[in-house]
């Protein structure tokens, strides 16, 4: 298994497989209009001067990411990630109630039990068993899915429309599957609760509440996390060790401020007239234009049209050397260059965009 495959689901464009269909030679585009790199660095220096810049959608390497933590800090600029509602979901309701945290690793050598609460994907559920390298004995017996929809190739699924519902109907079960789950939790020495990306907050506030419920009886309930994509672990990590706070930030003359439902792209649109996209992995299009749109990264998105400057760039994993953090913000992952072009780095060109 490739290292890119452990639970650090990315973008497809990071494959090697389809590296074939990089574009190498790419060029900036004004208005979508072919520009040499020149004018199109020299046009985006005059249209942000003096102007409030947010960085939206941010997928790219820890590189790029500290330096767009840099110069956020310097020129007071505000920042949020490509999948900042999946980061929001999770951190809001772990501020809240906290919890012990394991890594992935934790989760192989020591777990007795798994639980899965929330959908998790066919295929990323087959890469956390192929990252678990457990038998089919041990898979079937320590691992159960409590899910909102089922496949018949998943095994041990207990399906649930409301899983807040059946989450909180634990400890004080009603019905035979929550005092399964209850008993299994009671008996394991090192259970594990696994939170898929897909939860949205308040699912993932009642399995935090509830986990707290189980610890304050000494029960040592552990979670962990499958998520990751488009780096989004080294982004809470980068935001973490820079400001004490996971994301979104925004730089102010009193400091650095937090207020992760204040950074909804729709207000800051109303704040700040110029969106800065920096973008190598993820494809996600503009979900809300401002008076000026930039976007700079990954050469073969079919989204570089929709913004007003398009400057191409190194993607790490293709024509640069990177690094990402896996899913679970525990183990660093190289993403190495496989082919030579001539862009400029995220990090380069920022510098000189922004000196």
Known sequence: MKEIDQLCIFGKVINPIIKRNFIANATPLIKGKKATFYE??????KKIKNKEVHFSNLSCDLKTIDKVLEVSEKRKFSLSHS?????????????????????????KKRADLIIIIGDLEEKTFNIFLEFLKWNKTKVLKNIFSIMTKGSKKLKNIIIEKDISDFVFSLGNATNRNSIKINEMLLK????????????DFFVNEVILRKLQDFNEQNQNVKMSRICGLNNASGFVNSCVMKSGFPG???????????????LELADIKKQKEVQFLVSNFSNKIFTQKFKINILIGNPSFGIKEMSDIFIPTKTPGIDTSGLVLRSDGNKVIKLKKKIKTNYMENAELLEEIFN
């Open 248 to 262: 979104p930030l925004n730089f102010t003359d009193w400091g650095i401020s937090y207020e992760p439902f204040g």
């Open 40 to 45: 199109a660095i020299e046009l985006v220096k």
């Open 83 to 107: 999948n900042q509602d999946e980061i929001n979901n999770f951190y809001l309701a772990f501020q809240k109630f906290g919890g012990s945290i394991v890594s992935l690793n934790e989760v």
């Open 188 to 199: 394991a020495k090192y259970p594990v609760v696994i939170i898929p990306s897909s939860n």
